[in-house]
């Protein structure tokens, strides 16, 4: 079995793009690790018995042409298209022409377990087909199509009481997919729970404004929200430069609190409808109360390091590949919380955040978790996690890098995401860059950006001491995926209206009234019989 370690994935990152091409070429260890990196749409497996239990689950994408990325380096090179910051404003809108994510096909107890899986791949085979028919001359994004990474998604959609969306709270609208909300809630009618998760890195008032956003757009979504990492208390507004910079410095080792899983908890109460099973909320609950809920510990932030372990597969995961033509629905006897998401939302860190210990391995790479994974927090409540998967969308490639969605050390090309980047956000202002001319007036591109942040780190080729302008982007890009470099989107009307501030005011008043009526209840009522000094005067006696 081939095995990586961080010095392997470090010094891919580091390379240029070309020179991947000759691995497929020499021997097969070589190749093993062109096909662990990038593999191409004819990588799709025709059955799950093509490949063993341990490396069945790698993600399969498809990869681009050399024409592509050699146009995507030019295009780079040109001086930035600065836009507005209403560019950040997104709306469901944008993402209407969903595309429909793969079903589990019908099956019955007489077919046997080779005909199910048949089925199943027919059905995967005829969808990716559709697709490829149906956008062709379209940009869609990169996405998972690798069946066996689809199955376990069935299997956690099939077997949980509840679904718990992860979304990341820099873009929550991208990592909320529409057609797996409506077959949720209009085929597998259960309930769902939506975790903004990493709301740590942006401000409370967009928080707020995506959460009241989702609850008109949505109204069948319960939102909760959750972060590993105490706010920065003077993070007020995510949009100005000097916040941004500010998050860009900031250190590596940070303090480690989860806050959020009562919420999450308390919200996914709520929403369970099963009776028949008894479960003590309260005490659940209770464990994660604002004075005790996880200990602080001090946590380096590790480097995003594409070390995935396709090694060590649960028992519980490699059986439920032998049993795919059983049935497999919510047990009566227990509460399953099932947990799905794009790669690098958290699921993992969530999961050890409600455990108050490290029970799954979580990484900054994208789609670390691989297998269905099982876990008790009490006797007959359990959280099923599934793995990190990319459902296909109509949305530019760039995006997905910059939010986390394709490992990086797999980008063969990332100078068009630093171009996405830097027409959003002051990217030259937020890494402290130096002009070449000592120019204010420069006309800044991708490409520059990137050779000015290689001078800066002292990033150089080998032969020709030339700034390594492909490591400077790679650097970019990871530091925007761990959040130093703020990408944050907005809901409609958030800089173009102020019906957040309104919304938020009156929704401070009306607490504040509820407050006070609590207040008096608890008071209780104030009856006066004789004047009111006299009364002051009774009370005191």
């Not at 959750?226 to 250190?251: G, W």
């Not at 927090?377 to 990190?388: E, K, T, Y």
Request: with cysteine.
């Amino acid at each position: 079995m081939l095995t990586f370690n961080n010095t392997h994935y470090k010094k891919a990152a580091n390379m240029d793009p070309s020179s991947f091409d000759y691995l497929g070429k020499t021997k097969p260890l070589k190749a093993n690790l062109l096909n662990h990196f990038v593999k191409g749409t004819e990588g799709v497996l025709k059955n799950s018995s093509d490949l063993d239990t341990k490396t069945k689950l790698v993600s399969v994408f498809d990869k681009l042409t050399p024409q592509s990325i050699e146009q995507e380096k030019l295009a780079s090179m040109q001086p930035l298209n600065r836009l507005p910051k209403e560019s950040l404003e997104l709306k469901e809108s944008d993402f209407s022409e969903y595309i429909e994510f793969p079903k589990r096909p019908f099956w019955d107890y007489d077919m046997s377990k080779e005909e199910v899986e048949q089925h199943e791949t027919e059905s995967f085979q005829n969808w990716l087909k559709d697709i490829q028919e149906k956008y062709a001359g379209k940009q869609i994004s990169w996405f998972e199509r690798n069946l066996e990474v689809w199955r376990q998604l069935w299997r956690v959609l099939e077997i949980s009481d509840v679904i718990l969306i992860i979304m990341d709270i820099r873009n929550p609208l991208l990592h909320f997919p529409i057609s797996l909300y409506n077959f949720i809630i209009h085929e597998k009618k259960k309930s769902i729970v939506g975790v903004f998760n990493k709301v740590d890195l942006v401000s409370e008032f967009t928080v707020f404004a995506w959460k009241k956003y989702f609850e008109e757009t949505f109204p069948n979504l319960h939102i909760a929200t959750f972060s590993c990492f105490p706010r920065d208390k003077n993070l007020i507004d995510d949009t100005v430069t000097y916040a941004l910079k500010n998050q860009a410095k900031r250190p590596r080792k940070r303090y480690y609190h989860a806050q959020g899983v009562k919420n999450i908890l308390s919200v996914c109460r709520d929403v369970l409808d099963k009776p028949n099973v008894p479960v003590n909320w309260d005490s659940i609950i209770s464990r994660y109360d604002e004075d005790s809920e996880h200990e602080e510990e001090e946590e380096e932030d590790s480097d995003d390091s594409d070390t995935e372990s396709i090694n060590g597969l649960d028992d519980e995961f490699s059986g439920i590949l032998k049993v795919t033509s059983r049935a497999v629905h919510p047990h009566k006897d227990y509460i399953t919380l099932g947990l799905v998401g794009h790669p690098n939302v958290g699921k993992s860190s969530l999961i050890n955040s409600i455990m108050r210990k490290t029970v799954v391995s979580a990484s900054r790479t994208p789609g670390h978790t691989k297998h269905f994974q099982t876990i008790y927090i009490a006797d007959n409540v359990r959280l099923c996690d599934s793995p990190g998967l990319v459902f296909p969308a109509l949305i530019p490639r760039a995006l997905q890098i910059i939010s986390g969605m394709y490992p990086i050390a797999q980008v063969q090309e990332p100078y068009s995401a630093i171009r996405y980047l830097a027409e959003r956000i002051p990217l030259e202002k937020i890494l402290s860059l130096t002009p070449p001319d000592f120019s204010r007036d420069y006309q800044w591109s991708a490409w520059t950006i990137c050779e000015a942040f290689a001078e800066q780190r002292g990033f150089h080729t080998a032969k020709t001491a030339q700034p390594d302008v492909y490591r400077a982007a790679n650097a970019i890009l990871r530091l925007t995926a761990d959040g130093r470099i703020l990408l944050s989107f907005k809901p409609p009307g958030f800089f173009t209206s102020n019906k957040y501030e309104i919304l938020r005011v009156t929704e401070a008043d009306s607490n504040r009234d509820n407050s006070d009526d609590e207040d008096k209840k608890e008071e209780g009522p104030v009856v006066i019989t004789k004047g009111g000094f006299s009364a002051l005067a009774s009370d005191s006696e």
